[in-house]
Each structure stands twice: as C-alpha cells, then as structure tokens.
C-alpha cells in the first residue's frame, strides 16, 4: 500500500538503490538464500504441526474448561435460586410450627385450667358431702347421747324415788317417772 505510490513516484532509480542497499544489508549480515528459505519451510512446518498436534487439543480443551465453568456458574445461580426457596420454606415451615406449637400451649393451658376448675368443684362436693356427713354423724351421736342420757336419768330418778318412798315401784310407776324426767331433760 505504501510502496505502491513510492514505486510509482519513483523512477527507477530509487528503486534499484534501495534492492542494492538491501542486498548489501544482507552479505552484511550473512544472509543465505538457501538457509533463510529452508528456516521458512522448516517455521511453517513447525506451526502446522504445532497447530494441528497442540494447539487445537489444546483450544478444544480450553473451550471444554470454559463451557464447564459457564454450565457450574448457571448451576451456581440455579443452587442459590433453590437454597433461597428452601430458606423461604424452611422459614415458613418454622412460622407454621411456631404458631401451632403455641396454639397447642395456650389449648394445654385452657385444658389446665378447666381440668384444675373440674377438680376445684370435687374437691369442694366431697367437702360438702364430708360435712354433711359429719354433721348428720354428730346429730345422731347428739341423738343417741340424748336418748342414753334420759335413759339413764330415768333409770336414776326411778332409783332415787324408789330409794327415797322406800317402797317397790311398779312398772307402771316407772314408766311414768321416766316420761316425766323425760320431758324435763327435753325442756
């Protein structure tokens, strides 16, 4: 491209000088025909071989590495994607929980307290009926203490009175004597 309009510009001794300067650079330097050309062949050979034999293996195996680490980072997203659902219900697995857990406390307390109500009222009717019990129990004691009582005033008064007139009382004067005794005792 840039050669074009220097070569055309140029007559042809520009360019003659310069294939003298270069050709005069070259046995300068040493430079052979021969030898460059076979170092040419011998460079291209190389990096035909080392393009078939190396670097395309090795471009496939770059390009099988990073099609694995694309698919484990969408992998990685998918995980974290799941792990938050996962959070989220385990979240709300603990929320249900929590809720019922209490629901059945407060259902325990409320049961507590009407059973602890339930057993109160017992308690209270057996200590009525224990009372009541007790009471008809000293009535009859009271009764019978009574009834022993004039028993045994009776049997004293008709001892006494028998004693005192001297004389042998008859059934019938006995049982008048313990009515009358009786009735005292009574009023």
């Given at each position: 491209m840039f050669i074009a309009p220097i070569l055309a510009a140029a007559d042809g001794g520009l360019l003659q000088g310069l294939l003298d300067s270069a050709k005069q650079t070259g046995?300068?330097?040493?430079?052979?025909?021969?030898?460059?050309?076979?170092?040419?062949?011998?460079?291209?050979?190389?990096?035909?071989?080392?393009?078939?034999?190396?670097?395309?293996?090795?471009?496939?195996?770059?390009?099988?590495?990073?099609?694995?680490?694309?698919?484990?980072?969408?992998?990685?997203?998918?995980?974290?994607?799941?792990?938050?659902?996962?959070?989220?219900?385990?979240?709300?697995?603990l929320e249900r929980a929590n809720v019922e857990a209490q629901k059945m406390i407060n259902e325990a307390r409320l049961s507590a307290a009407a059973l602890a109500e339930t057993r109160q009222q017992q308690a209270i009717a057996e200590a009525e009926g224990i009372i009541a019990t007790a009471r008809e129990a000293t009535v009859l004691e009271h009764q019978r203490m009574l009834a022993d009582l004039r028993r045994e005033v009776a049997r004293l008064v008709v001892d006494t009175t028998g004693k005192v007139t001297g004389k042998v009382l008859t059934v019938e004067d006995q049982r008048r004597l313990s009515q009358e005794a009786a009735q005292e005792i009574a009023a």
């Open positions: 046995e300068q330097f040493g430079y052979n025909p021969v030898l460059f050309w076979s170092n040419v062949i011998s460079f291209l050979l190389v990096c035909v071989l080392l393009q078939r034999f190396a670097y395309r293996p090795i471009l496939l195996t770059l390009e099988m590495r990073r099609q694995r680490i694309a698919e484990s980072l969408a992998n990685v997203e998918k995980i974290k994607a799941q792990l938050a659902a996962a959070e989220v219900r385990h979240a709300e697995i």
